[in-house]
């Protein structure tokens, strides 16, 4: 019986060690990843003070890298190449998980890690041109000898340091998925590029504004979806003289509009918060007489950060800032004369054209009065335990046709039969951008810079030790008549293609504007005299006009002072709204406990603090409100979509036009005026709010309420901050959401010497065992800024100075 007992449990256990030996499909294999040789007991780290000299294959001459108290390298090099190595070896050796992630997932690749659960994700980047755009791409940035040093310098860094990477010390995702680090190619800095470009440049609301078109005509949609707020402060002042004769604008068609049909589609809206704040104060407005620069990008909050901090010193440049796993250069920051940062333009650089096949062979396409020939592109998608999926895209020259008859989108009601018109299949070289906005030393050097700049546009702050400030709306923008873009174009039509693009030396500027600074929230780029189309929508007008409320104020400003400017917490749209609204609710209508709420929202200060109840109870209120008037008039459905007229346009329609009949809900048979829709959706937002969190108490206080939560990139709670309480909120300047928010904050001061301040939700490492990963967190949650260590030798003495590297 012993004897049988023990075959058996030595079966059990061979067994056991044979399956978890395996993967299973798309599951990886347990057993390396428990190993205490190679699983993830190896990636545990401590904190090290040593100094370290090591010897790596790529560099032309030794390389010093100092690291200060907060893991941050400052890299001393010889010559341009040994610095961009130094820094793609420095960066794998953090993050090369998350830089490997992020392009295998704008590459179409992420099926190949984690099984089928993401073919329709692959198909969708596939079938969007990720690939086609990198492709193009990779070969402008390899056209110039600057960028060209620079990305293959920095494959070879994260090269160098891959060849030297043993399973035990693969980094812990590499691990969870079971899979294992391939060589960095240049075109992975092309699929990073683009995977920005996504994340920034790919809100459209083309078929929902058709759909609209279709059912309430042109007179209607003008009039709720107008093509410039009642409300705006744009980025460029009001009044601001163009100082250039505009190129000849494109006639709009004469008919312009949809083909009578309904098409199903519900791409993604641009999310208000994924945006940015910046700004620069003269020197009339600064303490010290020179100007004073702050950023903070808006993104999806993430672990590892987004960003990662470094210094680089050459012959050539010594700047500092924040820069991207990926890519290679500073993309935010300063050196000894100049900084700069960037917001997102919100550009309409992203259509839609119907297209009309020949026959079912698919093989050439109606343009032009002309039958022409259609490309194919052949996309082999590798599958984890399975084999491989082949693809065919079909290229049309408007760009790829993203979903054909019969085939099912990856999101709901995703195009059938539309080629998608996209700024980032352009070639173009924006590498080189911020290789000369590193070494820039004035006003015509950032001028230069931006003209390389193609996509996804960006509002380009900058200040100097010369006292100029600047800001421009940048990018590649499609020549097109007004409005084109804002419903479903006509891929047959010539006229309705992007006629070339609007000169970069015209792109909406201005230097040194008498109100003494410049600042963009991703608002109208400019008032309407711009004689060029850049977009018909862009982020609501609040943060930027709360900026500039605050910085038209301001006098001797400290860099204190603009850091507490990105931590205003002013909820502005509250404050507009809530006097209009207030008086329309019927207190006779309201329960006890809603009469309470009531009480607080009338005293609330419009601050979205921590603490604070009233920004839980108007953002529910809101949102509850918004469908109260318009959800019955266009409701969004799976067959035909549809979007809400904007917060602008609401609030405009109860201050104007109290009686409009939009307040009546249709489906019911009483007839709904603005007091008894504000009242209702008062009474629903708070029976919505006592449902998740009872009677009304510290549970609905707004930092518990929005419990903000900074994810891992692998959606692995473990390895995410949750519940991380702070204020902010959609629309206001510290613009942090359940998900989204300030994903670095930098001011920089200018002068003989710049001093500068910093932070991101996170740490400069990707590993979750390093004491550097989560490190910065908490001086980022309570709105503060480290003093970023700007050395100008490697020998300069310093008490932040922690260890330091040399490689030869």
């Known amino acids: ?44 780290e401590s904190a090290t003070s040593a100094d370290e000299e090591i010897t790596l294959n790529g560099t032309k001459a030794p390389v010093t890298v100092i690291f200060d108290d907060l893991a941050i390298p400052h890299v001393f090099a010889q010559n341009d190449h040994d610095a961009y190595f130094a820094q793609g070896y420095l960066t794998a050796r953090d993050r090369l998980w998350q830089m490997e992630f992020q392009t295998h997932a704008a590459a179409g690749r992420v099926a190949e890690l984690v099984g089928d659960k993401a073919l329709e994700l692959d198909r969708f980047n596939r079938h969007l041109g990720m690939g086609f755009g990198a492709e193009k791409a990779v070969k402008a940035m390899m056209a110039d000898p600057r960028s060209r040093e620079s990305v293959e310098a920095y494959t070879a860094g994260v090269n160098a340091y891959i060849k030297e990477l043993s399973p035990a010390h693969y980094p812990l995702e590499y691990k969870l998925l079971g899979y294992a680090p391939e060589p960095w190619q240049p075109i992975k800095c092309a699929y990073f590029l683009k995977y920005m470009s996504g994340v920034l440049a790919l809100g459209a609301d083309d078929l929902n504004m058709s759909n609209v078109l279709k059912k309430y005509g042109t007179v209607v949609t003008t009039d709720l979806f107008p093509d410039y707020p009642f409300r705006e402060d744009p980025i460029i002042p009001v009044g601001t003289k163009w100082d250039f004769t505009p190129v000849k604008i494109p006639a709009v068609p004469a008919n312009t509009s949809p083909d009578g049909k309904s098409v199903a589609l519900n791409w993604p809206e641009q999310d208000p918060t994924i945006g940015s704040n910046n700004w620069a104060v003269g020197p009339q407005k600064s303490a010290s007489g020179y100007p004073i620069l702050a950023n903070d990008p808006h993104l999806s909050l993430s672990l590892p950060s987004i960003w990662y901090q470094m210094q680089l010193v050459t012959p050539t440049m010594n700047v500092y800032g924040a820069t991207m796993p990926g890519s290679p250069g500073v993309i935010i920051g300063f050196n000894k004369q100049v900084a700069w940062g960037v917001t997102n333009v919100g550009a309409d650089v992203l259509d839609f054209y119907q297209i009309r096949f020949k026959d079912a062979s698919r093989k050439e396409y109606w343009h032009d009065n002309k039958w022409k020939p259609v490309t194919r592109r052949l996309e082999v998608i590798k599958v984890k335990g399975m084999p491989d999926v082949i693809d065919t895209v079909l290229y049309t020259h408007h760009g790829p046709v993203m979903y054909e008859v019969g085939q099912k989108p990856f999101a709901k009601n995703v195009p059938v039969g539309y080629a998608a018109r996209w700024i980032a299949h352009e070639a173009s070289n924006d590498f080189l951008t911020y290789y000369l906005l590193d070494r820039a030393q004035n006003h015509d050097d950032y001028r230069k810079a931006l003209s390389y700049y193609g996509a996804p546009a960006q509002n380009f702050v900058f200040a100097d030790t010369a006292k100029d400030i600047a800001i421009s709306p940048n990018g590649r923008f499609p020549l097109k008549w007004k409005d084109q ?324």
């Not at 299973?24 to 990636?43: E, K, M, R, T």
């Not at 709204?577 to 609330?604: C, N, R, T």
């Not at 959606?715 to 670095?744: C, F, K, M, Y």
């Open 485 to 808: 873009g804002k419903f479903l174009l006509d891929g047959t039509n010539p006229a309705h293609d992007w006629q070339g693009w609007i000169p970069a030396n015209q792109n909406p500027h201005v230097k040194n504007p008498p109100r003494g600074f410049v600042s963009s929230a991703n608002q109208s780029s400019t008032d309407p005299t711009y004689p060029y189309y850049i977009n018909w929508q862009f982020a609501p007008s609040e943060r930027g006009t709360r900026i500039n409320q605050r910085l038209t104020a301001m006098k001797q400003a400290t860099p204190d002072s603009l850091r507490s400017l990105q931590n205003d917490n002013f909820n502005l749209q509250a404050a507009n709204a809530l006097p209009v609204f207030l008086p329309y609710v019927q207190d006779k209508s309201l329960s006890g406990e809603q009469k309470k709420v009531l009480d607080i929202i009338k005293k609330w200060q419009y601050n979205n603090d921590i603490a604070e109840i009233g920004p839980t109870v108007f953002t529910e209120w809101m949102r509850q409100y918004l469908d109260g008037v318009w959800k019955d008039d266009f409701p969004s459905n799976d067959t035909i979509p549809m979007r809400y007229p904007s917060f602008d346009r609401t609030l405009h329609m109860a201050e104007k036009e109290p009686t409009a009949h939009w307040f009546d809900d249709i489906t019911t048979p009483a007839k709904e005026t603005i007091g008894s829709v504000l009242t209702q959706s008062f009474q629903m937002a708070v029976d919505s709010l006592t449902k998740q969190h009872g009677a009304v108490g510290t549970a609905w206080q707004w930092g518990p309420h929005k419990a903000t939560r900074i994810t891992h990139l692998a959606r692995l709670d473990a390895l995410s901050a949750l519940n991380v309480q702070i204020g902010g909120g959609r629309s206001v300047v510290n613009a942090t959401s359940e998900r989204h928010g300030p994903s670095w904050r930098m001011v920089v001061a200018l002068g003989p010497t710049p001093k500068a301040y910093g932070v991101y939700p996170g740490g400069q490492s990707g590993n979750p065992g390093s004491p550097n990963y989560l490190n910065m967190l908490e001086t980022w949650r309570t709105g503060q800024l480290n003093e970023l260590l700007f050395l100008q030798t490697a020998q300069d003495a310093n008490p932040r100075i922690k260890r330091k590297m040399v490689i030869k």
């Open 1 to 44: 019986m012993r004897y049988t007992k023990a075959v058996a449990s030595s079966l059990f256990t061979l067994v056991l060690i044979w399956a978890l030996s395996r993967s299973w499909g798309s599951i990886p294999a347990f057993g390396p990843l428990l190993s205490p040789f190679v699983g993830f007991w190896q990636n545990a």
